[in-house]
């Protein structure tokens, strides 16, 4: 079982910065990919940025330069630092532990942090 919980959405400027966090609890595998998706309304899902056990790292082209992700392993935590925020990253932010060395693989969500970039 397991818990996966956003933080650190909130209402910014464009051109300001936002770190989201997501701590997940609960039993799960060490190695394990956790990502970043966002939802705006009345567009499709998208895969923001993704993040191995070993701290490998990819970003979507429509943020890349713009937003970091990390992890504290020790606090079973990972992050997205955005930067340079426009109106067009406003959405609902989703964390996701995929355990991909699990058998059957298992992924988890999280319930969702707000952002919204706004003048």
């Known amino acids: 079982q397991v818990q996966l919980v956003e933080s650190g959405g909130g209402l910014v400027q464009p051109g300001g910065s936002l770190r989201l966090s997501c701590e997940a609890s609960?039993?799960?595998?060490?190695?394990?990919?956790m990502r970043w998706y966002r939802q705006a309304p009345g567009k499709e899902r998208e895969l923001v940025a993704d993040i191995t056990s070993g701290g490998i790292t990819s970003y979507a082209d429509s943020v890349k330069g713009r937003f970091t992700i990390s992890r504290d392993n020790a606090k079973n935590t990972v992050y997205l630092g955005m930067n340079s925020l426009k109106p067009e990253d406003t959405a609902v932010y989703y964390c996701?532990?995929?355990?991909?060395?699990?058998?059957?693989?298992?992924?988890?969500w999280g319930q969702g942090t707000q952002v919204t970039v706004s003048s």
């Open positions: 609960g039993s799960f595998f060490n190695i394990n990919v």
């Open positions: 996701v532990l995929d355990e991909l060395t699990r058998s059957p693989r298992r992924t988890s």
